[in-house]
């Protein structure tokens, strides 16, 4: 059964430094992953997703990530935050051979911007 | 025009007591599901039915017992609550994209339960 490991639990920056979220994922001949993203109290939105094709996919905010099949990672980074990126991040993959309906997440990233 | 609906937002119920969360997709989805959010933010599917037929059932105790009467409603009702179950339960909504395997999923914005 697919896993996927988020390394941090919390990452702090200061505004407009840079941030990397790490994902990692248990291998797979092929996988689509995603990032979710949770504001304060809300539901799940969905940040960006691979699926084929190009290894780097981006957000319309400015976030990207870059799968590596290799190293079975889909890490989230961002060049310049702001303080309206605070928010709990998701990682989350589908395996189209066990039923790609079924996301399984890792347990979440908090990143908190300071001022 | 919310594409996933719940209610109620916030559920503060006394153990053993039964209760219902309901959920409405208005996005034509044929796939819907529930997970379950732990204190610790630790997000689980639970359920997920596809026209109205379960195609995923977790772990979960028999004490949830989802039920769908269309597509586009699926509702998740709890017997017995435990203090265990206090959680953020959230609905979600998906269709398969055309040409490809993938579901992308809308979450709805959770169901706070608290048991007390």
């Known amino acids: 059964a697919q896993s996927v490991t988020q390394l941090d639990s919390q990452v702090p920056v200061f505004e407009e430094a840079p941030v990397e979220l790490r994902c990692n994922y248990s291998?797979?001949?092929?996988?689509?992953l995603f990032w979710y993203v949770q504001y304060p109290n809300q539901g799940l939105q969905l940040l960006l997703k691979y699926l084929s094709g190009s290894t780097l996919v981006e957000s319309i905010n400015g976030f990207e990530a870059e799968f590596n099949k290799s190293q079975t990672s889909f890490h989230l980074r961002k060049p310049s935050v702001h303080i309206s990126d605070t928010a709990e991040y998701f990682c989350a993959v589908s395996d189209p051979g066990q039923g790609a309906q079924k996301l399984v997440f890792g347990q979440g990233t908090r990143l908190t911007i300071n001022p | 025009d919310t594409a996933v609906s719940q209610t109620p937002k916030y559920l503060v119920t006394q153990m053993g007591n039964d209760k219902s969360i309901k959920c409405e997709q208005n996005?034509?989805?044929?796939?819907m599901y529930w997970y379950k959010q732990d204190s610790k933010k630790f997000l689980k599917i639970m359920f997920s039915?596809?026209?109205?037929?379960?195609?995923i059932n977790e772990t979960v105790p028999n004490r949830f017992s989802p039920k769908s009467p269309d597509k586009a409603h699926l509702n998740l009702h709890i017997n017995s609550l435990e203090l265990g179950d206090s959680a953020v339960y959230f609905c979600a909504s998906s269709q398969k994209r055309p040409g490809t395997g993938v579901y992308e999923q809308y979450f709805g914005p959770g169901t706070r339960l608290t048991v007390t």
């Open positions: 996005l034509g989805h044929d796939t």
């Open positions: 039915y596809n026209n109205k037929e379960l195609i």
């Open positions: 291998s797979s001949v092929s996988v689509y």
